[in-house]
């Protein structure tokens, strides 16, 4: 179990790192939050595909220093489950990896997706924005 009391999505991480809407939020809270190993992962990519370099996400990165979350073999089962009442919102493999990871941890996942608020399930959903 951890102590962390926010779970980010990839989303609210990018909000941050770039500026937009939502990020101050998630600043607020980074001092008591964790990322899963797949959200970083498409934090980097989704980086790399808005063109920048790659040394300047490993630099940055670092220097905000997130907690980060090994992806388990439970939280992997968890998002697979959640494909069937999820479908409808048509959540990516990384959205429903947030919500299983903050399930698992007990943690309140956050993510600037509206569409994240219309979810109806057993886990807490905070919609930055």
């Known amino acids: 179990m951890s102590d962390a009391r ?5 989303s609210a991480a990018l909000a941050m790192m ?4 939502g990020g101050d939020q998630v600043r607020e809270r980074l001092g008591s939050s964790q990322i899963s190993t797949v959200n970083l ?5 989704k980086l790399q595909e808005a063109g920048v370099p ?14 980060v979350l090994a992806f ?3 939280q992997a089962l968890c998002a697979g489950l959640l494909r069937a009442s999820t479908r409808s919102n048509r959540l990516s493999l990384g959205d429903r990896a947030c919500l299983s990871a903050a ?4 943690a309140v996942a956050v993510t600037t997706d509206r569409s994240w608020g219309q979810l ?10």
């Open 103 to 106: 399930k698992s941890c007990n």
């Open 41 to 45: 992962s498409e934090v980097v990519a």
């Open 120 to 129: 109806e399930l057993d886990i807490v959903v905070e919609v930055l924005r």
């Open 18 to 21: 770039l500026g937009e809407a």
């Open 72 to 74: 388990d073999q439970g």
């Open 54 to 67: 790659d040394e300047v996400i490993r630099s940055s990165l670092a220097e905000l220093n997130f907690d």
């Open 6 to 10: 926010y779970m980010l999505d990839a």
